[in-house]
């Protein structure tokens, strides 16, 4: 079950680094090339986890590491809510440059 929700949370912070916004936001906040990092990280974990839901109905290690990579998982979705509302935020009192353009 860990694996599941996971993998799944994988696919929505995979997702949220793609997003068109989000791109904006790095490229005027200078951390464009910090975000593609993550967003190929979180793609390689989600590749991991794949292999690991079947691994971890037979190895509790694997069981154990993945519920622990769940939490963290759930630390990097909200940091990315936590950034989206500060973009938001920014841009709401004029401070972000995209909504100067």
Same mark, same amino acid.
């Given at each position: 079950?860990?694996?599941? $929700?996971?993998? +799944?949370?994988? &696919?929505?912070?995979?997702? !949220?680094? #793609? /997003?068109?916004?989000? /791109?904006? $936001? @790095?490229? /005027?906040?200078?951390?464009?090339?910090?975000? +593609? %990092?993550? *967003?190929?990280? &979180? #793609?390689? $974990? !989600?590749? &991991?986890?794949? +292999?690991?839901?079947?691994? /971890?109905?037979?190895?509790?290690?694997?069981?154990?590491?993945?519920?622990?990579?769940? *939490?963290?998982?759930?630390?990097? %979705?909200?940091?990315? +809510?936590?950034? #989206?509302?500060?973009?938001?935020?920014?841009?709401?009192? @004029?401070?972000?440059?995209?909504?100067?353009?």
């Amino acid at each position: 079950m860990a694996e599941a $929700i996971a993998f +799944d949370l994988a &696919v929505e912070l995979i997702t !949220k680094l #793609s /997003s068109f916004t989000l /791109s904006q $936001i @790095g490229l /005027s906040w200078n951390v464009k090339n910090d975000l +593609d %990092d993550l *967003e190929r990280t &979180v #793609s390689t $974990i !989600k590749d &991991v986890l794949l +292999d690991a839901e079947e691994k /971890s109905k037979t190895n509790n290690l694997v069981k154990v590491w993945l519920k622990k990579l769940k *939490e963290v998982l759930y630390d990097a %979705d909200d940091l990315f +809510d936590n950034f #989206s509302a500060e973009a938001l935020r920014k841009d709401l009192l @004029g401070g972000n440059k995209l909504t100067k353009e």
